[in-house]
């Protein structure tokens, strides 16, 4: 026999947390639960791996058994905020197994495992919320999930990833090169030692492949869909930019193709003044959301940081004291059928040789450009020719961005 653990509807009730990670999201979430006038919510423990690391707050709360926390009828949210993808999916389904609701901001989690937490939320009747997992500060999974329920949406883009934003931006505005910003972002914070995940455009995929759900209704797998970063940006690319007053963004997008198929893709993107993306700078994220009734809408935030991440998780906490659930309304009317990679894309592609231009089998090519240091190209080519050739094209430190 299962039972609900419900909050009372209409009334925000003191909710006790079980907390899993410590980390840059870890003390943006405790800094913004501590300074935060209309909610309250006690952290009752929290579970870190490293028993040696020095923390800035009573000993008492950490604990190094997981069992403290998911056994522990008192609690009722886990927050799971670690880095481990595979630890943190084995925490959230024992914690949902266990009739707890889970707050989340494991985007890399999610995106590999939606079907099953999509199971999961329904064979235990509890909560699952992770507004966090995708474009820090804008909550744009719940505006999908309440304002868009009912809108035949056609595209939703933007940049999801405010650490390559904040690259690109001291490239483009401050004439850094690419290895220069880069430091620059990780002595701030905004990333890793070890960047791929960010700069390969990993993390925006699996941002895509979640806002996907909840604005089409449809599950992903992650190795479907194209990524390709900014890590092979180069002055010739960043001169061309300049040269036709266009910004280079790391964007994701997400469209309806011939009415019931999806199609997925991260790769740079050269945007034109009038664009909403191109006045979004460092380590903001905007995303664009167009519906066929409602038009074009543009929403900006915050991304990288651990603060930004941290009020997008309390605000679920907070959401959860209301009883509140994703209801998945586009999953349950099954307007996508199929996910398809078969699209013409227009892109602009610096290369080295024309046997790799041959290589690429382009669909068509309007401009060709040769000198003794570099050469491009701009032409439509297929994105299946993207996917298929990708590791040789980053082996090669070619570089494309999409044109349109």
Request: aromatic fraction near 10%; hydrophobic fraction near 40%; glycine fraction near 8%.
């Amino acid at each position: 026999m299962t039972y609900r653990k419900h909050f009372k509807k209409g009334k925000m009730k003191n909710i006790r947390l079980g907390l899993f990670g410590f980390g840059v999201v870890g003390h943006g979430l405790y800094q913004a639960l501590n300074q935060s006038t209309g909610f309250k919510a006690v952290i009752k423990k929290i579970c870190v791996k490293d028993k040696n690391k020095k923390r800035d707050i009573d000993g008492e709360i950490f604990t190094f058994d997981r069992n403290e926390i998911l056994d522990d009828p008192e609690i009722d949210v886990v927050v799971e905020l670690i880095d481990d993808a595979d630890e943190a999916f084995k925490i959230v389904k024992s914690a949902m197994e266990n009739h707890k609701h889970v707050v989340t901001s494991n985007k890399k989690m999610v995106a590999f495992h939606l079907q099953e937490l999509l199971d999961l939320q329904r064979k235990y009747d509890v909560g699952l919320l992770y507004e966090g997992s995708a474009c820090g500060s804008i909550p744009i999974i719940r505006t999908l999930e309440e304002y868009f329920d009912n809108e035949d949406l056609i595209k939703v883009s933007g940049i999801f990833n405010g650490t390559t934003n904040y690259i690109l931006s001291r490239t483009i505005n401050d004439g850094l090169s690419y290895d220069a910003a880069l430091k620059g972002a990780q002595e701030l914070g905004f990333a890793e030692s070890d960047p791929t995940n960010d700069v390969e455009g990993y993390d925006a995929k699996y941002k895509a492949i979640i806002i996907a759900l909840h604005a089409f209704g449809f599950v992903v797998r992650p190795e479907e869909v194209l990524n390709f970063g900014i890590s092979t940006l180069s002055q010739y690319d960043l001169i061309f930019a300049r040269e036709k007053s266009l910004s280079i963004k790391l964007t994701p997008i997400i469209r309806k193709l011939r009415g019931k198929e999806l199609s997925i893709f991260v790769m740079p993107r050269l945007v034109t003044l009038s664009n909403h993306l191109f006045k979004v700078e460092d380590e903001f994220n905007g995303v664009i959301v167009e519906g066929k009734f409602s038009g074009e809408q543009f929403f900006q935030g915050r991304g990288a940081g651990g603060l930004p991440t941290g009020s997008a998780v309390l605000s679920d906490i907070s959401a959860l004291s209301y009883d509140y659930r994703y209801e998945y309304k586009k999953n349950l009317q099954h307007q996508i059928h199929s996910f398809s990679n078969d699209l013409l894309v227009n892109i602009y592609l610096r290369f080295n040789s024309d046997q790799e231009l041959d290589e690429l089998k382009f669909d068509s090519i309007e401009t060709r450009f040769y000198s003794s240091n570099h050469n491009y190209v701009i032409g439509k080519i297929n994105l299946q020719n993207l996917i298929m050739l990708r590791e040789e094209l980053l082996k090669k430190q070619l570089f494309f961005a999409l044109l349109e």
